[in-house]
């Protein structure tokens, strides 16, 4: 603190160098702790702002985690869908084939060795 005037505010402020200090040049209007203090440098005031800050930044914070939280849950709904997808067309693959394989052939037979070891290359390949 930089020795302030009769009756100034006793916060010391950033000079518009932004590298260095002085008084507040307002004058005093509420006393702390037998110091005197602008409205906007009353120690109050100041946890007032910095509570509200922090809050905001916090909620901002926990927003930001949630977006991502939920980001990530939408791509791995994503992929189980794809890979959900491509079982089913493989499934409808093998279901047509072996209902074809289950038709009858030219001498009369149906060939349902040919339609499981077929099945079996596109459900384990
Ligand atoms: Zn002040």
């Not at 000079?15 to 120690?43: A, E, M």
């Not at 509570?51 to 909620?59: I, L, V």
């Not at 067309?89 to 009369?108: A, H, I, W, Y």
Request: glycine letters at 6%.
């Amino acid at each position: 603190m930089k020795n302030p005037q009769k009756g100034k505010c006793s916060a010391d402020v950033h000079n518009d160098f932004g590298v260095g200090f002085h008084s507040c040049l307002r004058q005093g209007i509420i006393q702390r702790d037998g110091k005197l203090y602008c409205k906007t440098h009353d120690p109050v005031e100041v946890e007032k702002r910095d509570d509200a800050r922090n809050a905001k930044w916090k909620a901002e914070s926990e927003a930001s985690a949630f977006h991502q939280r939920r980001k990530l849950e939408l791509w791995q709904k994503g992929e189980k869908y794809d890979a959900l997808k491509t079982r089913m067309d493989n499934l409808e693959t093998v279901l047509q084939q072996l209902l074809s394989f289950c038709d009858k052939n030219s001498e009369g037979e149906t060939d349902f060795e040919r339609a499981i070891i077929e099945a079996r290359k596109i459900l384990k390949p």
